[in-house]
């Protein structure tokens, strides 16, 4: 599968999104980064399924992976 350079610059644009909402804590954007049935996993560490998982480890736990 080839990207298109408009693909690539909106993954870079998404990467550099999900960056600022982190920094500003701003759990309620990570709407605009997954799914609803996204799972982010950190190996070793911590699994989250789903978007509500996601955005309660991260206010809850109060840290980035």
Not at 7 to 19: I, P
Not at 34 to 61: P, Q, S, W
Request: aromatic share 8%; net charge negative.
């Amino acid at each position: 599968m080839t990207l298109s350079v408009g693909d690539k610059l909106e993954l870079h644009q998404l990467a550099a999104r999900y960056g600022d909402i982190i920094d500003d804590r701003n759990w309620p954007a990570l709407d605009a980064i997954f799914t609803r049935d996204a799972i982010f996993e950190v190996v070793d560490l911590v699994c989250m399924n789903g978007l509500e998982e996601i955005k309660r480890y991260m206010h809850e736990e109060g840290r980035h992976p």
